[in-house]
């Protein structure tokens, strides 16, 4: 029953900015970290940031880092990424995803469906 959407992709112009959400359904938000990554077209998906279960703690991967911040909202169950200054090298699909259990150790178990995020020169 445990659902994870994101939304806000689109195409922009390279510098712009988006923002992406990630609606938790079927869970209590604030019990689980919650990731988000991306893959881009004849790559691997990679890792772009977390967030911990109490939002007091996130990390990103280096080349996002001062332009990429990710957030959550309790009361709408939902994380959000804040993606300024997007270069083409953005272009990707975005996925969030959350682990099964509350250790810290749980792997990945949940993702959403993706949302294609095109950032043109």
């Known amino acids: 029953q445990v659902q994870l959407v994101e939304s806000g992709g689109g195409l922009v112009q390279a510098g712009g900015s988006l923002r992406l959400s990630c609606a938790v359904s079927?869970?209590?938000?604030?019990?689980?970290?919650t990731g988000w990554f991306r893959q881009a077209a004849g790559k691997e998906r990679e890792f772009v940031a977390v967030?911990?279960?109490?939002?007091?703690?996130?990390s990103y991967v280096d080349s996002v880092k001062g332009r990429f911040s990710i957030t959550r909202d309790n009361a709408k169950n939902t994380v959000y990424l804040q993606m300024n200054s997007l270069k083409p090298e953005d272009t990707a699909v975005y996925y969030c995803a959350q682990p099964r259990y509350f250790d810290g150790f749980a792997p990945w178990h949940y993702w959403g469906q993706g949302t294609q995020v095109t950032v043109s020169p």
């Open positions: 967030i911990d279960r109490n939002g007091g703690r996130s």
């Open positions: 079927g869970r209590t938000f604030g019990r689980y970290r």
